[in-house]
């Protein structure tokens, strides 16, 4: 775990770490506390840790760089819904790459790749998504 938290678990692995705890600390200052889960590795996957932080948070954002149809994402997202779904208050959360083919321009390929906001706007989803049926 790289960040504790009580209002909602990132799962998130490699570059998208560092965005997530961007995106944490930003949602700080809103007066939302995210915990950071950093897998690491996906062979052998830790979703012990995982479905502790869930029962902990209630709420879940899977954050990764592959697109986010077909991504390793889908299968962490599916798991959390297997092994833990009496502890979620809300759906799972995926925020992903576009599924478009990876530009070569930079700008193109933040446009395309989950940045900071990103994540933080599927946090908010996941926390805000019981108002929005209301």
């Known amino acids: 775990m790289k960040r504790s938290g009580k209002d909602v678990t990132i799962v998130t692995l490699s570059r998208m770490v560092q965005f997530s705890l961007e995106a944490a600390k930003e949602l700080e200052k809103e007066g939302i506390d995210a915990e950071v889960i950093d897998l690491r590795t996906l062979v052998p996957l830790d979703i012990e840790t995982v479905k502790e932080s869930v029962k902990k948070t209630n ?76």
């Open 59 to 134: 709420r879940v954002v899977v954050v990764h760089e592959a697109t986010r149809s077909y991504g390793w994402g889908a299968e962490i997202a599916a798991r959390i819904q297997e092994e833990a779904f009496d502890d979620l208050d809300a759906p799972v959360q995926r925020v992903g790459a576009e599924d478009v083919p990876v530009p070569y321009n930079l700008n193109l390929e933040k446009e395309m790749l989950p940045q900071t906001k990103d994540i933080i706007q599927g946090v908010k989803k996941s926390l805000y998504l019981q108002m929005e049926t209301v």
